[in-house]
């Protein structure tokens, strides 16, 4: 699976959209882009993946490049509780494994 | 629903003491991870289960270690001799067999395991 690279913290305001970068500049055709987030004391937790179209879902939103090298989580209006790692993860559909880098550290300020 | 539980929740063991490290799944999912996560670091896969069948222990750092889920639901992982480098949170996910779309892997909150 491709290797990804995520700035090791960020920081939002409350209310404001949090913008959460991630280069997968080797990624492959068959592989998708997961994002999981880690509370703190928590186990991480499914947010949204994509494989080239853009997505959405209750919780976020991917913007993935066309040439598929970066992507964006987009957290709309980010409340105190999205405080949290942030992890993007590439992973082909033959992969059961999921393989964690460092991640990014949101912080969302009031 | 019941998500994934974990017990316990936290754990202090002596060096070389053995423990024991238990996972209950979502009821009905197959698939069975366990992962290592250091402090300040992301999760390491550590062992995968499909029902019963341990299919991949690659991720096991030594022979210390040892999972098993004898009847397809419930799993544990076993640390012999415990040493301090053993000092970390071990997190157990589940999910349901995978299909071509989508693969989410369901995490409990993990057990923290300290060795003194």
């Known amino acids: 699976d491709a290797k990804t690279t995520q700035p090791p913290s960020m920081d939002c305001a409350e209310g404001r959209a949090a913008n959460l970068p991630c280069n997968h500049s080797?990624?492959?055709?068959?592989?998708?882009v997961y994002w999981y987030r880690q509370i703190h004391s928590q186990g991480p937790q499914y947010i949204i993946h994509?494989?080239?179209n853009n997505e959405t879902n209750e919780m976020a939103s991917l913007i993935i490049t066309e040439d598929r090298k970066s992507s964006t989580l987009i957290l709309p209006h980010a409340t105190l509780r999205d405080t949290a790692v942030y992890y993007c993860?590439?992973?082909?559909?033959?992969?059961?494994?999921?393989?964690f880098g460092s991640g990014t550290r949101l912080l969302v300020r009031p | 629903g019941a998500g994934v539980s974990q017990s316990p929740r936290y754990k202090v063991a002596k060096r070389g003491q053995d423990v024991a490290l238990r996972c209950d799944p979502i009821?009905?999912?197959?698939?069975l991870f366990w992962y290592q996560q250091a402090l300040g670091q992301g999760p390491e896969f550590l062992t995968y289960?499909?029902?019963?069948?341990?299919?991949?222990k690659s991720g096991l750092p030594s022979d210390r270690f040892f999972a098993e889920r004898p009847e397809g639901s419930v799993s544990t992982l076993k640390i012999q001799r415990t040493q301090q480098e053993d000092s970390a949170v071990y997190l157990c996910?589940?999910?349901?067999?995978?299909?071509?779309?989508?693969?989410?892997?369901?995490f409990g909150p993990g057990t923290r395991l300290t060795v003194t």
């Open positions: 996910a589940s999910s349901f067999p995978r299909d071509s779309i989508t693969y989410e892997q369901y």
């Open positions: 080797t990624i492959s055709g068959n592989e998708y």
């Open positions: 994509g494989l080239k």
């Open positions: 993860i590439v992973r082909s559909d033959s992969s059961y494994k999921l393989i």
């Open positions: 009821s009905g999912h197959v698939s």
């Open positions: 289960f499909q029902n019963e069948a341990q299919l991949d």
